[in-house]
């Protein structure tokens, strides 16, 4: 029986610290993520412990080694832009002298549907992916679970408590300062038996680290894939097979991270959500018609720069209450961050609050069981009260992803029209920062207004709703192009005057009915049109008649459906 040294060598420790420090050196760091930018420090001081105590090859200088440890020693939060390209120019001098010639050859191809029979599914995410880059491989991690249901599921992630969260069963083991952890653990063999048992490996990241090839060790039945979200890619070794496959998905119906996800279930599982490209846990319910409290979860929290003061945040409810139909009471539940920095924006919010809102409700959210949230708990704080919440504002970060699949509409301020990060789900609202103060006030006024609507959408609104959702499921030949024409022209002949975003209908069925006449005059692959229908079913007008037309139940019945999510039919 062959296993692989839990003592690892240095080629290998140096390629670990290469993805932490690319991480610390290219990612950008605000107050809303300094939490996790020490996370990383605290990975990068280990693996200077573990370069001490291993020992070094004879054509590595021992100077530029404690050259290295020194300055991972050095670096903090007033520095650390300055001091990890020195770290990373020297990890790369130190990885060419101990370069090694891969022992497999890499080659472009097609990738194997993957078996369904394996007894172990390892998944580990890298620090590059950060929080909503993760939540967004959830559609192909709950496929997979379909796949192979009977596998043992073990998922390593530096983000405590999400994936049991998301999919219950799996066994979810935190490595925050622990960054060789996962991969010590598959260096333990302990009997011949699980030498030879079937598993796959799978490493997710936003970069692409090459880490399966240089830190997961061969085994006869394993599998492993590499997964790299922000170039698209997937490689792929089989059963300790001579090859590397490596495919790039630069031909994407949608130019979309979560297009990229299903394409990958399509090759390596046989199933896609197709032109859906996303499944909620919970389906979204209408259940605010009776209710004059309206519970907004507010995160104003981003790893790039923060782009308001506490001020401006406060002035920017202000201006969302007055836009909110009559009789609403708008309550205020606000996310605090991890860390004392954010603990005290938050508070700078809340203060600014009672002087431009002082009768409006508004705290700081808490653990239902009264702790203050830290990075153990903040995941269960949230989803553990999701179902109190009515709506959410958040910037463009992990809550843009989580909560849509909780059901809840989420309004999130982007940074830029930066459409392949951008969640497709029908009750996901987008606006950017050069719009926020034009834009949203009057767009949440009117969602809201549309949530409290007693009856819901008529029938032409259904049948058009019915036209986009059939179209997206895979459906988009001429005749569901026909369709969207007819079903929209026959709604604005009768739609009150006064629905909101008119005007978007009405430019749509021009360009719905342009496309058709185009399309019978010189008939192209339905592929062509994908993006129209994305941006059709994206815009606010459609959406609102979806969340019109979406029914109703009573609201216990869906607060219990969003604490208790069920395994997923992806």
Same mark, same amino acid.
């Given at each position: 029986m062959k296993h692989h040294p839990t003592t690892f060598k240095t080629s290998e420790i140096l390629e670990l610290l290469w993805a932490y420090q690319g991480v610390i050196g290219i990612r950008p760091f605000s107050e809303g993520n300094r939490e996790f930018l020490d996370v990383l420090f605290g990975a990068s001081r280990k693996l200077a412990v573990a370069l001490k105590r291993t020992p070094i090859p004879q054509n590595i200088n021992r100077n530029d080694i404690a050259t290295l440890i020194g300055l991972i020693d050095e670096q903090a939060v007033t520095n650390h832009t300055q001091i990890s390209p020195r770290i990373l %120019?020297?990890?790369?001098?130190?990885?060419?002298?101990?370069?090694?010639?891969? =022992?497999?050859?890499?080659?472009?191809g097609s990738l194997s549907e993957l078996s369904t029979d394996y007894s172990r599914i390892t998944a580990i995410f890298g620090p590059a992916s950060?929080?909503?880059?993760?939540?967004?491989?959830?559609?192909?991690?709950?496929?997979?679970?379909?796949?192979?249901? %009977?596998?043992?599921?073990?998922?390593?992630?530096? /983000?405590? %408590?999400i994936w049991k969260k998301l999919i219950p069963g799996v066994k979810e083991i935190e490595? $925050?300062?622990? +960054?060789? $952890?996962?991969? &010590?653990?598959?260096?333990?063999?302990?009997?011949? &038996?699980? !030498?030879?048992? =079937?598993?796959l490996v799978f490493y997710a990241d936003f970069e692409s680290f090459d880490l399966h090839k240089k830190l997961v060790p061969p085994k006869p039945n394993r599998d492993v894939l590499e997964l790299a979200m922000g170039r698209w890619?997937?490689?792929?070794?089989?059963?300790? =097979?001579?090859? /590397?496959?490596?495919?790039?998905?630069?031909?994407?119906? /949608?130019?979309?991270n979560y297009s990229y996800v299903d394409a990958l279930s399509g090759d390596l599982l046989g199933v896609k959500l197709h032109n859906a490209l996303w499944k909620p846990v919970v389906d979204y319910q209408n259940n605010t018609d009776t209710k004059s409290t309206f519970k907004v979860f507010l995160n104003t929290f981003s790893s790039k720069e923060l782009p308001y003061t506490p001020e401006h945040w406060a002035q920017l409810v202000l201006e969302?209450?007055?836009?909110? @139909? $009559?009789?609403?009471?708008?309550?205020?539940?606000?996310? @605090?961050?991890l860390d004392k920095l954010t603990q005290d924006y938050v508070a700078g919010i809340l203060k600014h609050m009672k002087t431009y809102n002082p009768e409006m409700q508004a705290k700081v959210?808490?653990?239902?069981?009264?702790?203050?949230?830290? +990075?153990?708990?903040?995941?269960?704080?949230?989803?553990?009260?999701?179902?109190?919440?009515?709506?959410?504002?958040?910037?463009?970060?992990?809550?843009?992803?989580?909560?849509?699949?909780?059901?809840? +509409?989420?309004?999130?301020?982007? /940074?830029?029209e930066n459409y392949e990060f951008w969640v497709? =789900? @029908?009750?996901?609202? !987008?606006?950017?920062l050069k719009t926020v103060e034009s834009h949203l006030p009057e767009l949440m006024g009117n969602v809201i207004q549309t949530m409290r609507k007693v009856q819901p959408g008529n029938e032409a609104m259904q049948k058009v709703v019915a036209a986009g959702e059939y179209a997206k499921a895979d459906c988009f030949d001429e005749n569901a192009v026909q369709n969207i024409v007819g079903t929209l022209n026959s709604l604005l002949q009768n739609i009150d005057k006064e629905f909101p975003y008119l005007w978007q209908a009405r430019q749509w069925l021009f360009k719905w009915s342009q496309l058709a006449a185009a399309d019978r005059s010189d008939p192209v692959d339905s592929g062509g049109l994908y993006p129209f229908l994305f941006a059709?079913?994206?815009?606010?007008?459609?959406?609102?008649? !979806?969340l019109l037309c979406s029914t109703k139940k009573e609201k216990k019945k869906s607060a219990k459906a969003r604490k208790a999510p069920q395994r997923s039919s992806v």
């Open positions: %120019d020297l990890v790369d001098k130190l990885k060419e002298r101990l370069s090694e010639a891969d =022992s497999k050859p890499t080659i472009q950060g929080l909503g880059d993760q939540i967004t491989f959830f559609q192909f991690f709950s496929a997979l679970k379909n796949h192979c249901p %009977d596998a043992e599921i073990i998922v390593y992630s530096l /983000y405590p %408590d490595f $925050r300062g622990e +960054p060789m $952890r996962p991969f &010590e653990d598959m260096a333990k063999v302990t009997s011949e &038996e699980e !030498y030879q048992q =079937s598993e890619k997937v490689s792929m070794n089989e059963q300790n =097979s001579p090859w /590397y496959k490596v495919k790039v998905f630069n031909a994407l119906t /949608y130019r979309n969302i209450k007055k836009k909110a @139909p $009559r009789g609403v009471v708008l309550e205020l539940i606000v996310f @605090p961050g959210l808490a653990h239902p069981d009264g702790s203050e949230v830290n +990075p153990q708990n903040a995941i269960d704080a949230i989803l553990s009260q999701v179902a109190d919440f009515d709506c959410c504002i958040t910037l463009d970060t992990f809550t843009a992803h989580l909560l849509p699949l909780f059901g809840l +509409p989420t309004f999130v301020i982007a /940074y830029k497709p =789900s @029908p009750w996901t609202f !987008y606006v950017t059709w079913t994206s815009s606010e007008f459609y959406k609102l008649l !979806y």
